[in-house]
Structure formats: structure tokens, C-alpha cells
């Protein structure tokens, strides 16, 4: 004999003043609590690799300059270049390299910046790289 063999075959009680839960709310009440917020978060950005920004040495320094200054003595022609660029991390040490292609609009020696046409600016002493293939007689 149970406990409760005297209640199992009465009916199931149904409020007279209160409505059933919607079986959509009634269901939520059982979803997984996430107790650590934002902590696969922080486990994801300490994981996520950076790269410290090299030096370029005299001889790839020299290269550069040249570059650059071919390509704005002949800004009118208005070429495509691909220009390598150290980008910093907004939230750790270091930072990527990434392609930008674009023409250049304007050299801004006092703010040390290339204006692209697009409206983008990159920072001279971010710049690593600039490629095109003009470039491919003119380093010879």
C-alpha cells in the first residue's frame, strides 16, 4: 500500500480563476541555465592568436620608400596597388597583417597617412608592403 493510493484516482484539479500556462512558457521555465555568462567568450578571445609587428630591415625600408614615392609622383595614373598592412589589436599585444588593394589619393606627410580613394587612411609606419606589377621592373 502507497502513500498516496487514496489521492492517484481523483481528477487532475484545473483553476477556475487562473488560465493554463502557454505550453511555449511553460517550456522555457525548463531551458539550460547558462551560469558562467561571457565565459565561453573570454576563453574564445584568450585563444585567438596575434602577431607582433616586425621590422623591416634598411634594404626592405629603402624598397618601400621608393615604392611609395613612384606611386605618388604618378598619382594622376591613378594605379592599383596592394599594400601590406600591420593592423592593431583593438584588445591584446600585437595585431594582424592584412591585404588592402587601392589607389591613392593623397599623401598626408603631416598626419604621416595614405588617403586611398575610397576614403580609407593608412598609417605610413604601419605599412610593410607595397606591391603591383609595375613594381616588377622597377626594383630591378
Keep these: 500500500m ?10 487532475h484539479h484545473v483553476s477556475e480563476i487562473m488560465r493554463p500556462m502557454p505550453l511555449q512558457n511553460r517550456a522555457a521555465q525548463f531551458a539550460p541555465f547558462a551560469a558562467l555568462t561571457g565565459h565561453e567568450a573570454a576563453i574564445n578571445e584568450t585563444a585567438r592568436l596575434t602577431s607582433t609587428k616586425t621590422e623591416l630591415s634598411d634594404c626592405e625600408k629603402t624598397i618601400l620608400d621608393r615604392r611609395l614615392s613612384y606611386a605618388v609622383s604618378h598619382l594622376s595614373c591613378r594605379l592599383p596597388l596592394d599594400f601590406t598592412v600591420f593592423v592593431p589589436d583593438r584588445w591584446k599585444t600585437g595585431g594582424s597583417y592584412v591585404n588592402i588593394t587601392g589607389i591613392i589619393k593623397k599623401l598626408d606627410t603631416i598626419g604621416r597617412l595614405i588617403i586611398l580613394e575610397d576614403g580609407r587612411h593608412l598609417r605610413l609606419d604601419c605599412i610593410a608592403g607595397i606591391d603591383s606589377p609595375i613594381f616588377d621592373t622597377f626594383d630591378q
Design 2 to 11: 502507497s502513500r498516496y493510493d487514496d489521492i492517484i484516482d481523483l481528477p
